[in-house]
C-alpha cells in the first residue's frame, strides 16, 4: 500500500533552519507532483511549496526564499529546508502526493520558539 512519512519536524529557536524529510514507499512518485503543505493551531491547511514531476518549484509567498523543496527520486525521497524560520512558521507539516485522490503523510511538528 502506497504511503507517505515525514520526518525532521524539531523545537527550533527564531532564525534557525531545519530539513524536513518525506519517504514514499508502495508506488512510483517519480513523475507525480509532491509538495508540503502547513497546518497550524486553529487555521486551515494550507500550500507551503510544491514540486512537479519535471523539477519545477513553488512557494507560497510568506516563505519564499527562506524554504527550499527538493526531490531525490532514487531515493524516492521529498526534502523541505527552512531557513530562517519565524515563529509564524510554527505548524504540522504534511507531505503530498498530488494523485488522484491526493496522498497525505501523517505529519510532523515543527515549533519555532525561543
Known amino acids: 500500500q502506497a504511503q507517505l512519512v515525514e520526518s525532521g519536524g524539531d523545537l527550533v529557536q527564531p532564525g534557525g533552519s531545519l530539513r524536513l524529510s518525506c519517504v514514499a514507499s508502495g508506488s512510483d512518485f517519480s513523475t507525480v507532483g509532491m509538495g508540503w503543505h502547513r497546518q497550524a493551531s486553529g487555521r486551515q491547511r494550507e500550500a507551503v511549496a510544491n514540486?512537479?514531476?519535471?523539477?519545477?518549484?513553488w512557494y507560497d509567498a510568506s516563505v519564499r526564499g527562506r524554504f527550499t523543496i527538493s526531490r531525490d527520486n532514487a531515493k524516492k525521497t521529498v526534502y523541505l529546508q527552512m531557513n530562517n524560520l519565524k515563529f509564524e512558521d510554527t505548524a504540522v507539516y504534511y507531505c503530498?502526493?498530488?494523485?488522484?485522490?491526493?496522498?497525505w503523510g501523517q505529519g510532523t511538528v515543527v515549533t519555532v520558539s525561543s
Open positions: 503530498v502526493a498530488y494523485t488522484n485522490p491526493p496522498l
Open positions: 514540486v512537479n514531476g519535471g523539477g519545477h518549484t
